[in-house]
């Protein structure tokens, strides 16, 4: 499967953004998709996660209460609602999908992965 994360764009610390992913090919809907994140001079990070079926989902401490991960099998598209962003949220974020792993949090936990799409929040 083919990703697009789309959505990204400059606001003001306390405003929202939605990012979305979507999916080219089959078996977007047999595959977990998670959403991960890279700011500049840093590691790309795990943000979020929802599997296929979208009964569970996880997120990162540092978004837990702000960001929701959510997805439309039917649209083959997975969104991310970002509220209340911060500066530190400033990053390239990625949307990504495999099959279920343990290693859902980490990058080689997923097969494919699209180009990202800038956010950044400013002070």
Known sequence: VQLQASGGGL???GDSLT???TAYG???SSYTLGWFRQAPGKEREFVSTITRSGDTVYY???VK???TV???NDKNTGYL???SLVPDDTAIYYCAAGPWSRFYALPRGYKS???GTLVTVSS
């Open 11 to 13: 606001v003001h610390a």
């Open 19 to 21: 990012l979305t992913c």
């Open 26 to 28: 089959r078996f977007f």
């Open 60 to 62: 990162a401490d540092s």
């Open 65 to 67: 209460g702000r960001f």
């Open 70 to 72: 959510s997805r439309d």
């Open 81 to 83: 609602q970002m509220n």
């Open 113 to 115: 992965w699209g180009p």
